[in-house]
């Protein structure tokens, strides 16, 4: 626990540090990585601690709110240290990126202190929401969280589209947060606590006698949840949020932010919820939102053009994903704890996974813009020849989240798969959802294939931008490598973080009601994974099947070899006719093009690309449907007045504000006349 | 240890016979169009001289000229995976899952050398591929998962034994025909060799290939034609099953080459398709499948 705090004090300090050492640009940076490596060392202490001797509490509160029944309480289990691993290294990775990223050009006008002391605030927040064991404090925490990366929402951003981005995820997220408030505070009044093991104490008397308000308590929490994670359709913020951030934020948003919505749905369904029909239902309604998302997330990033954005689309996905395995798991737990442990662990599983290769996506688009200064894929090409690092852990990256083995993706979605199948063989709806899963990774594979393609192969053009020679700094080459050697790892050894995943979700329930792993995965980390469900076993062995490929590859390379055949090299042949390099780009755009012709939005004669409505519409459209443009587009008609309204209620609010000490005397006289009236009345007279 | 011997000769049964069958399938587009054909061991020669042919490479890129090894190399892996009139020799390291996205890992072998080649031909090929690939997998997919849902096991064997032992059913049937076609497109054949289409984008991901990179690119084809002619034959048509195994394996290798001929007839008489119509023809199929999908789940 002292660990924990220690790491706490270096995050804060390291804020207070960056406010202070101020312009330097480059110190700044320094100071910023420094606080988190420490912050790192720290929490990595505590999390073995915690994984070699059980779950540490703060024991007494820290601080305490009478009034409310809220007490700061810390308390790390094995799922609270999952989430503090994997944070703390997103934290490291992130802030010796920004270190240089930061002083392009482009934020030149920003200031780096700002931005440093709330990324590393933001941590600190991110930090404490996962091991705060009293929703009340979990909300401060959260409102923090929100409030800072809203902060880096809008950092340096003077077009007003991003602007708008800004208020949106405020907006979004706020409303988000009142729906958790309410079930929050509807558990309140039956435990009289805000404490975890209280309100699981409060959910379980519900339970028996007020099915219906548990639902609801339920309901709210999910869709509080879902919405931090990006799920649509209440995840609408999240494409429009990531790209504006700076890409060091965006890679932490992806890496931590979001998957906190993760960890609150698998703290409340699984760890307060007590299993029930209850979690059946919710089980199958979040497996249908996860489904939804991978659908809609992902058949819109395949139309996108701008990386960020495509990447952001990518994340909304990939969330499906998470939620599908999560729901899946949550709907098996009663009836099939096998399956039910399978689709848990795998939804924490790909969580991880995520976190490595999509963060690694952002610093590899980071990257490009850092080189080229554009986020375009149509605009840039053949960076592979500059950008060799880059390119090579975007391929890997790419086909990790692909799910192409024997990268880690494919692991955790071989999983999720087997759990939907397999719990499909029993409830068929889950076999459809599985199938959208299986071709939506292909749809992402796809998308990715344009992403490296277009991105890093191709002709290269010198568009006489201020691309430098050579690959971007050490420094933001070193997070990119680390977490494609990730992606390599998990997908070798998917025994080592699925150990990890074990014990952070049946710590959860009861001890001893949940099958040993070894009997769910098979044992052994070198042997594979062996599924062994209702005695049929199910088997991916990536180490062996690894090394065989490894084996072919010798084969076909001694073939490849056997000829003698000599090497030249050649131009490449457009048929006899001379072509520049600009004019034989393959641009990202045309890509699938007949694909995405046959997956458009077609309602009567209103025709888009695509299947999301987007914040940068063409003029002509709204003329043509204003309706239903004006319907889809919830900015419009929803986020825009409400934010207006609420600064016109403000400046009204503040015109009373006026500077004339007269004025405010007046106010004071006649608040002090009104309290007394009030007072008189309910004094009855006397 | 038996296994790993078993999975050894395997990967070589189908390195060796795969250019074979294709001879065979050679022969009889010849016999169609009233032509004498090549001799069946032409593939092999052909093979043999693109070895030794010189290479020429058009990008620097290191993945443009090993794609070729690492994709061939991912079809001979599967080769372990699937049964060949016998049981898989190393099923406990994967089932139906991790053999389809092995051979998807071999077709993004196939994309990444278009990509990386620096032709425009090659990249219409690449995208053409991928389209391919989101509308094919999904077709394999379920054809096998209905399998998998009938025999209760995604295993194989599991599935292969379960077929031998049942007579076939609607869903089963549904699940073979449509498999069928997707194999045609899996082979590149007509009317699904949208990819190459050598007529019109001068074989697509492989117009930069040359010498032996065109050589393990030709040998991965014609081992994944053989691969997946294996797999249908084993768990569509197991029957008879005949008792010493090397029987049984001969007698696979033989109906593996009836398959063969009927997809060199579909070949022989169909024109080629647009890449839209084979897109929305394979969602098509899809539909149906779910269909079929939904029998089996209901059991018949």
């Known amino acids: 626990m002292n660990a924990f705090f220690s790491a706490q004090g270096c995050y804060l300090a390291g804020a207070l540090l960056a406010l202070l050492v101020g312009g330097k640009r480059k110190a700044v940076g320094w100071v910023a990585f420094g606080a988190a490596a420490f912050g790192t060392l720290f929490i990595l202490t505590a999390v073995l601690g915690v994984f070699r001797e059980g779950p540490v509490s703060s024991g007494l509160p820290i601080l305490q709110v009478p009034g409310l029944g809220a007490a700061l309480i810390y308390q790390i289990d094995y799922l609270s240290a999952l989430f503090l691993a994997i944070i703390a290294v997103v934290s490291l990775l992130v802030t010796l990126y920004a270190q240089r990223f930061m002083q392009i050009a482009h934020y030149r006008a920003g200031s780096l202190r700002y931005f440093y002391s709330i990324l590393l605030f933001f941590f600190a927040a991110v930090l404490n929401v996962v091991v705060v064991a009293d929703l009340f404090f979990f909300f401060v925490f959260w409102e923090i969280m929100t409030l800072t990366s809203y902060l880096m929402v809008i950092f340096r951003q003077e077009e007003r589209v991003r602007l708008r981005a800004g208020y949106k995820y405020f907006l979004i997220t706020h409303i988000a947060t009142i729906f958790l408030f309410i079930g929050g505070i509807l558990l309140y009044r039956l435990s009289g606590s805000f404490s975890f093991s209280f309100l699981k104490m409060a959910m379980a008397e519900m339970q028996q006698s007020q099915p219906g308000l548990l639902h609801f308590v339920l309901g709210c929490f999910f869709l509080g949840f879902a919405t931090k994670a990006g799920i649509l359709p209440m995840g609408d913020w999240l494409p429009d949020a990531y790209p504006a951030a700076p890409a060091p934020a965006s890679a932490a948003f992806a890496g931590s932010m979001t998957k906190l919505g993760i960890y609150g749905l698998v703290r409340v369904f699984c760890g307060l919820l007590p299993l029930s029909s209850h979690t059946q239902i919710w089980g199958l309604i979040i497996a249908l939102f996860g489904a939804g998302s991978i659908l809609v997330g992902t058949m819109t990033a395949l139309v996108q053009e701008d990386a960020k954005r495509l990447l952001s689309f990518h994340v909304i996905g990939q969330m499906g994903y998470m939620f599908l395995a999560i729901g899946t798991g949550l709907y098996f737990l009663r009836t099939q704890p096998v399956i039910g442990m399978i689709g848990l662990g795998a939804g924490i599983f790909h969580l991880i996974n995520h976190v490595s290769y999509k963060s690694c996506l952002f610093f590899n688009a980071g990257a490009v813009f850092y080189k080229t200064g554009t986020r375009d894929i149509n605009k840039v090409g053949g960076l592979a020849r500059v950008l060799p690092v880059t390119a090579a852990t975007a391929i890997i990256a790419s086909l990790s989240i692909a799910g192409i083995p024997p990268f880690s993706g494919f692991a955790s979605k071989w999983l999720i798969y087997q759990a939907a199948l397999r719990g499909g063989f029993s409830v068929p709806v889950f076999i459809i959802l599985g199938l959208i899963a299986i071709f939506i990774s292909a749809v992402t594979l796809a998308s990715f294939v344009k992403f490296f393609g277009a991105l890093f192969f191709g002709k290269y053009e010198d568009n006489g931008s201020k691309a430098r020679v050579g690959d971007v700094p050490a420094a933001m080459r070193l997070p990119q490598i680390i977490l494609a050697a990730l992606c390599i790892l998990f997908g070798l050894l998917p025994q080592l973080p699925l150990g990890w995943v074990y014990r952070s979700i049946a710590y959860l329930f009861p001890p001893g009601s949940m099958p040993a792993a070894a009997s769910i995965y098979g044992g052994g980390l070198l042997n594979g994974l062996s599924l062994n469900v209702a005695g049929s076993t199910a088997a991916w062995n990536a180490l062996l099947l690894t090394v065989i490929f490894g084996l072919c590859a010798l084969l076909a390379w001694g073939l490849f070899r056997a000829g003698g055949a000599r090497v030249r090299s050649v131009e490449t042949w457009y048929c006899g006719e001379e072509m520049s390099d600009r004019d034989t780009r393959y641009r990202a755009h045309g890509f699938y093009l007949p694909f995405k012709q046959i997956f458009r939005l077609r309602i009567g004669r209103y025709e888009r690309p695509g299947i999301y409505p987007t914040i940068t519409w063409p003029k002509r459209l709204f003329r043509k449907e204003p309706a239903l443009n004006r319907a889809i587009d919830l900015d419009r008609w929803l986020y825009q007045p409400l934010a207006r309204s609420a600064v016109r209620l403000m400046r009204r609010f503040s015109a009373t504000h006026s500077g004339v000490p007269h004025l405010y005397l007046l106010w004071l006289a006649a608040g002090a006349a009104l309290a007394l009236i009030i007072l008189y009345s309910f004094s009855g007279g006397k | ?300």
């Open chain 2, 1 to 300: 240890m038996n296994s790993y011997l078993l999975a050894f000769v395997q990967i070589l049964l189908v390195l060796l016979l795969a250019p074979l069958f294709e001879g065979v399938m050679r022969k009889l587009v010849a016999l169609v169009h009233s032509r004498i054909g090549p001799p069946l061991h032409q593939p092999y020669l052909d093979l043999l001289k693109l070895l030794g042919k010189e290479e020429l490479v058009t990008a620097p890129h290191p993945l443009f000229r090993y794609s070729a090894v690492l994709g061939l190399a991912a079809i001979l892996t599967t080769a372990v995976l699937i049964p060949i009139g016998m049981l898989p020799p190393l099923e406990s390291a994967g089932d139906i899952l991790v053999f389809i996205y092995l051979i998807t890992l071999a077709a993004v072998m196939v994309v990444i050398s278009g990509v990386t080649s620096d032709s425009p031909y090659a990249a219409i090929g690449a995208s053409r591929e991928v389209m391919m690939l989101l509308t094919v997998e999904p077709v394999i997919l379920i054809a096998l998962i209905s399998m998998a849902v009938k025999a209760g096991s995604t295993r194989f064997g599991e599935i292969m034994a379960w077929q031998a032992a049942h007579a076939p059913t609607f869903s089963t049937l549904i699940a073979g025909l449509t498999l069928f076609i997707a194999i045609v497109a899996q082979m590149a054949r007509l009317p699904f060799d949208i990819v190459e289409a050598d007529q019109e984008i001068m074989e697509g991901p492989f117009v930069e290939q040359s010498g032996p990179k065109l050589a393990l690119f030709k040998w991965m084809i014609y081992a994944k034609q053989f691969i997946f002619a294996a797999v249908f034959i084993s768990v569509f048509i197991p029957w008879p099953v005949v008792q010493p195994a090397i029987l049984n394996l001969l007698l696979t290798l033989l109906k593996m080459a009836v398959l063969l001929l009927i997809v060199g007839v579909v070949h022989v008489v169909n024109p080629r398709l647009r890449i839209d119509q084979a897109v929305r023809f394979f969602l098509a199929l899809v539909v149906i499948e779910i269909a079929g999908l939904a029998l089996a789940l209901v059991g018949s």
